[in-house]
């Protein structure tokens, strides 16, 4: 999910958006070097991503600073604003929520990758945005409600926490934000724990629905971030990664739609799909590749 670019620029942006809003980012003023914006963040993966985005979305320069201390890594990022691009970094929530659809999935992703978590406890399933403010905590409590995700808002310690408990709803809302891995993952933890002797007919009803929310759009996904993650994509040829660009952008479509969207036919697509399938295939697990390195 931190991995891959969305194909186009209106939807770079709204990620790009939605990390900087969710991680609580500040706007720098630096004098005659204008404005730039900073991001304190957790996450690799997630201050990979801030800097290829403002890249692709307005070739911003990026500097970058990690800070350890013994119990975690924090990564300080300042992505340079191109003129036009400032006031978008100074909106509201009730104005930052852009109109396409696209385009709010995008930030939604992008929240979710700046305030969001999703784990599956011993006891019961949870994920969670923890909001900016109390305006961004409806923001995104609305955009889950497009998906018709039923969203909780609470108050934990002072801060607006924007909550799903619901297990077909998590999964909603992981494969709208196309978390595939995060998908799987909890797909395994419901299996495990549903044979581990906590088999109950309400579990298995949602282990068999999660199969089909999953479909096979989410498992191509999958094998296109694991494609990634081993550096194989960049090398691909260009058709094989722009399809591995399209899918990676539209998880929740089939072939038939996909194939609209892309203007090609739908054995090419399935073709090109079943070939990035079978390369995954043949990428070794991440441990095997580290002991052989
Ligand atoms: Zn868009």
Excluded at 33 to 41: H, K, T, W
Excluded at 102 to 118: E, I, N, P, Q, T
Excluded at 238 to 258: D, V
Aim: hydrophobic letters at 45%; glycine letters at 8%.
């Amino acid at each position: 999910m931190a991995g891959l670019l969305p194909a186009r620029p209106c939807c770079q942006l709204s990620e790009l958006l939605g990390i900087y809003f969710g991680s609580r980012g500040r706007l720098l003023h630096r004098g005659g070097d204008g404005e730039a914006a900073y991001f304190s963040l957790l996450r690799n993966a997630v201050a990979r991503k801030v800097v290829r985005l403002g890249r692709a979305v307005g070739h911003m320069e990026a500097k970058y600073q990690a800070v350890k201390t013994k119990k975690r890594t924090t990564l300080f990022i300042e992505l340079s604003l191109p003129a036009g691009m400032q006031n978008a970094f100074k909106q509201p929530a009730v104005r930052a929520v852009p109109e396409a659809a696209c385009d709010r999935k995008a930030l939604l992703r992008g929240l979710f990758l700046g305030c969001g978590s999703v784990n599956a406890p011993s006891s019961r399933y949870h994920l969670e945005f923890v909001a900016p403010t109390q305006s961004w905590a409806v923001a995104i409590r609305d955009l889950a409600a497009e998906a018709e995700v039923q969203a909780g808002v609470m108050e934990r310690g002072g801060q607006n926490v924007v909550y799903v408990k619901e297990g077909d709803g998590i999964v909603r809302l992981l494969s709208l934000m196309g978390a595939s891995r995060a998908v799987m993952e909890f797909e395994n933890v419901r299996v495990v724990r549903s044979v581990s002797g906590q088999v109950n007919r309400r579990l298995n009803f949602e282990t068999a629905n999660i199969g089909k929310a999953i479909g096979s759009g989410l498992r191509q996904m999958a094998a296109i971030e694991k494609l990634e993650v081993a550096g194989r994509l960049e090398s691909l040829p260009t058709a094989l990664r722009e399809m591995a660009r399209w899918r990676a952008a539209y998880p929740e479509l089939n072939l038939a739609e996909l194939a609209d969207r892309m203007k090609l036919s739908k054995s090419a697509v399935n073709h090109r799909l079943r070939r990035l399938q079978h390369m995954s295939a043949n990428v070794p697990p991440p441990d095997h590749a580290r002991r052989s390195a």
